[in-house]
């Protein structure tokens, strides 16, 4: 029996087999027939597998781009199935950058890319367990606060994790926009006049909490009275949940400023 599993073990070292992608691994050493290791040929990755396994070509390449042809898990602790909350944020993370599909949604992710260390999952993964503030509530990955309005690159120093209501309050709707600036409105009842509007969208369940919702004679009086009011609010927001945040996307929200990119409709309109 010895010398039969000595002779198979021989046979069956090098052989090649591959797997779902098309990769190629191949049989570096051969113990049973449910013990064995194989290396692929092109990551150099090793994975301990059985033959059945390997033959069927359901092992995993770790370091294969499995994930929109450009992330790979990576050799480490953290697992998808045991990290949920960080395999999330890493996924979605990769199909805002390079799911085709997701560039119809507007120009907020066009030429988006994730940095070479965060392709990997373990690294993001370690990043977000140092930087979460707290495993019971659920965070946003942000690059805006940090990066600066429109940065096209998530790393470790754009990027932070913000509670929903801060990330949802500075985002920019393109989209829904319209003609003026945001937060601006030609008034339907006096059409010589625009008005700026802001509500505490959070706070809207209880009704419509305004802010802000006064006429002013041109848009640019409307638009600078909007940015005016949504600075205050963003920054009080920022005091509300300082515990929640980082030292440095803590200042950075104090700092907040109305992009200057919203201000691109008719700013100088009579």
């Given amino acids: ?28 050493e051969y113990k049973t027939a449910n013990d064995l290791t194989v290396e692929f040929v092109e990551s150099g990755s090793i994975v301990h597998t059985t033959w059945r396994n390997f033959q069927a070509g359901v092992v995993k390449d770790p370091m294969a781009k499995s994930v929109y042809g450009m992330g790979v898990y990576g050799i480490g602790p953290y697992s998808s199935h045991e990290h949920p909350g960080a395999y999330r944020k890493w996924f979605d993370m990769l199909r805002r950058c390079y799911d085709p599909k997701w560039s119809k949604r507007g120009d907020a992710y066009k030429d988006v890319h994730v940095c070479e ?75 010589s006049k625009f008005r700026a509007r802001l509500t505490d969208r959070y706070k809207k369940a209880n009704g419509t909490i305004w802010l802000l919702n006064e006429l002013y004679d041109t848009v640019a009086e409307a638009s600078q009275a909007y940015n005016n009011a949504k600075e205050k609010y963003v920054h009080e927001v920022a005091e509300e949940y300082r515990d929640q945040l980082s030292q440095r996307t803590y200042d950075a929200l104090r700092r907040w400023q109305v992009p200057e990119e919203t201000n691109r409709g008719t700013v100088n309109s009579a």
């Fill in 1 to 28: 029996m010895g010398i039969y599993h000595v002779n198979l073990g021989a046979e069956r070292i090098g052989q090649i087999s591959y797997d779902k992608y098309g990769s190629a691994m191949r049989v570096i």
């Fill in 117 to 191: 260390e965060w392709l990997n999952f373990q690294n993001f993964a370690a990043w977000y367990y140092d930087n979460i503030p707290d495993l019971t509530n659920d965070y946003e990955l942000d690059k805006d606060v940090l990066g600066g309005f429109g940065t096209k690159l998530y790393c470790p120093d754009n990027c932070s994790l913000i509670p929903q209501r801060i990330n949802t309050m500075i985002s920019l709707k393109e989209k829904i926009r319209g003609e003026y600036p945001v937060g601006v409105t030609k008034d339907a009842q006096c059409g």
